[in-house]
């Protein structure tokens, strides 16, 4: 049973027991054969002293790789007590792309001693990823490529990917350079394998090569990516020469990017790039603050059009009951569109050439709902609510041109943001379920007036 109960209980709470038992030999040798993503999170729950303690313990391949997976201010505790030469040491192990990720988080007295203790050839090149634009291909791109050439032989590129192997991120796809770097083919790893050892390079490659640009928008590879199920993009400047790739696990990281960005702004609050916990409750409130001012200003426009109809109300006082109703089911209507067309837009699938179609799709699924709401609502206000039919058809009415056009604003809104370049996620939920409660009001009292004569 004692052994059952030491199976299912997890490799972290072990570690602590040894690190707790100061048994430090037996702790490096369960953390050297650790996966690094597991270490990372038991170096995390650790103190700054113990932090660095267990860091040092590791060996310097190790050591790199979990490094790579802490959160930034584990990495500038590390930086910050470890020798210089130990920071050579760990930068050199780093891929690039994951050393000027871990340059563009810490503060800039940690980067400048960083950069000092590194040799000229890793600064050099750390420096032109940094000098990227923020979310562009360069900035998440790393420069470890195994490339090959055209007069190569099969057996001299196998040797030359073997022999790359340790200092290349990806070695399952190939990518073939002329002199200058110019990009000219593709090849897998499996072509290789299967191909005949004197032939040459240039006869098994593809020379039908799908790139991105380091000054493109990250997300443009991301797309390319998911499009044509690629694990590795390769990433050419102006001139097209092979500067780095895009690989897999930075698509994921720029998805969960983006995803969190757009979810946070359809919830109206400004992006921020820290965990929740590590949020404090004043940066909190200044990332929520401003949209929830801006939407209450927004919102007075609801109260303006309850003013200018007050005399209406007063005459029927019913119409009042139905105002919640209406003005959350014209929300929610505008809201499905709109995130879905947010959705659709930020996978590829609809661009702004697509917007008449979208229009029409949205159209028909609007009629199609408003007919269902309208006799739905009709029937409830009638023989459940018993208002009379009058005010049963205002409503109904009222509810089945709110919905369209709630539908319409959704769906058209958020392609025409992108179109003259905001974020289409800013005109997700918020603001344009204000927008849509200020419309429904005005139809909703303008149909109440001309049925009911008020």
């Known amino acids: 049973m004692e052994d059952m109960e030491l199976e299912r209980e997890s490799p972290i709470t ?3 027991e040894l690190l707790a038992n100061k048994n430090l030999r037996a702790l490096k040798a369960e953390l050297t054969e650790a996966n690094e993503v597991d270490v990372a999170e038991f170096v995390q729950e650790l103190d700054p002293e113990r932090t660095v303690l267990v860091f040092r313990m590791l060996p310097k391949e190790v050591a790199s790789e979990v490094f790579a997976n802490l959160e930034p201010e584990d990495q ?18 780093l891929y690039v792309d994951d050393a000027v990720d871990m340059l563009e988080e810490l503060p800039a007295s940690v980067v400048t001693r960083v950069l000092k203790n590194t040799n000229p050839n890793t600064r050099k090149v750390i420096n032109q990823f940094l000098n990227y634009p923020d979310n562009s291909v360069g900035s998440i791109m790393t420069a470890e490529v195994t490339d090959l050439k055209k007069s190569m032989t099969v057996a001299q590129a196998i040797a030359r990917v073997r022999a790359a192997s340790e200092d290349s991120e990806s070695i399952y796809i190939c990518y073939v350079t002329d ?5 000219e083919g593709v090849i897998t790893l499996r072509e290789l394998l299967v191909a005949k050892d004197d032939q040459l390079v240039e006869e098994v490659m593809s020379d039908d090569v799908i790139v ?14 998911m499009k044509y199920d690629f694990i590795s993009l390769p990433v050419v400047d102006r001139e097209g020469r092979l500067v780095g790739i895009v690989t897999v696990d930075d698509v994921m990281d720029v998805m969960e990017e983006e995803a969190t960005e757009d979810i946070e702004k359809m919830a109206a609050i400004l ?9 404090g409750v004043f940066d909190t409130w200044k990332h929520r603050i401003p ?3 801006l939407l209450m200003v927004s919102a007075t426009f609801t109260g303006t059009i309850l003013g200018i109809f007050e005399e209406a109300l007063a005459a029927n006082a019913a119409l009042t009951l139905f105002i919640p109703m209406l003005m959350d089911t014209a929300g929610n209507s505008g809201s499905q569109s709109s995130v879905t067309v947010i ?3 930020s996978i590829g699938d609809v661009e702004f050439r697509d917007i008449l179609r979208v229009i029409w799709k949205e159209l028909r699924v609007a009629i199609l709902c408003a007919a269902t709401l309208g006799v739905t609502v009709f029937a409830k206000v009638l023989w459940l609510d018993r208002k009379g039919a009058a005010v049963a058809l205002v409503v109904a009415l009222s509810i089945f041109v709110t919905i369209v056009m709630a539908k319409l604003v959704g769906c058209t809104l958020p392609m025409l943001a992108k179109k003259l370049g905001f974020d289409p996620a800013v005109m997700a939920s918020p603001f344009i379920t204000t927008v849509v ?16 004569h008020l």
């Open 271 to 279: 992006p921020s790039d820290k965990p929740y916990f590590q949020t």
């Open 14 to 16: 072990q570690w602590q």
């Open 343 to 345: 959705r659709a837009m």
């Open 437 to 452: 409660d200020a419309l429904s009001l005005l139809v909703y009292f303008q149909v109440a007036t001309h049925l009911l």
């Open 291 to 293: 949209w929830l001012l």
């Open 179 to 183: 002199n200058r770097r110019i990009l």
């Open 76 to 93: 500038q505790t590390i930086i910050s007590s470890i020798t210089d030469r130990e920071i050579t040491e760990l930068v050199e192990e």
């Open 212 to 225: 991105a640009y380091t000054t493109e928008d990250q997300e443009e590879a991301v797309q390319r990516i």
